[in-house]
């Protein structure tokens, strides 16, 4: 299994941008689709964002539409989370995950084999 470790978190003000990166070790990562994953204090861990490994497709939960962007870069075996126009309630810790899973299984956390340790996104309004 690869090993994760985000980047990148840090407290910023409403309507600031902020990029997380998750680095991977290992020759794998290309073979793994991506996804990034946020836990707000007393909240269940919810699905943010994937890219799948197969076809590059981008996947985002309806809160983050058109303010969040994920990618990668398999030379660098990182994924990155840009993510702009801020708001507090995207304030979480953010987790990159990799896995295998089947389009209707992309948003399933127990789905994902490797997990980072996270990265705190703080949002002051």
């Known amino acids: 299994q690869a090993q994760l470790v985000e980047s990148g978190g840090r407290l910023v003000q409403a309507g600031s941008s902020l990029r997380l990166s998750c680095a991977a070790s290992?020759?794998?990562?290309?073979?793994?689709?991506v996804a990034w994953f946020r836990q707000a204090p007393g909240k269940e861990r919810e699905f943010v964002a994937a890219?799948?490994?197969?076809?590059?497709?981008?996947h985002y939960t309806d809160s983050v539409k058109g303010r969040f962007t994920i990618s990668r870069d398999n030379a660098k075996n990182t994924a990155y989370l840009q993510m702009n126009s801020l708001k507090p309630e995207d304030a979480a810790v953010y987790y990159c995950?990799?896995?295998?899973?089947?389009?209707?299984?992309?948003?399933?956390?127990?789905?994902?084999?490797?997990w980072g340790q996270g990265t705190q996104v703080a949002v002051s309004s």
């Open positions: 890219i799948r490994h197969t076809t590059r497709t981008t």
């Open positions: 995950a990799t896995g295998r899973p089947i389009l209707s299984a992309l948003r399933t956390s127990s789905i994902y084999t490797s």
């Open positions: 290992g020759d794998t990562f290309a073979t793994y689709t």
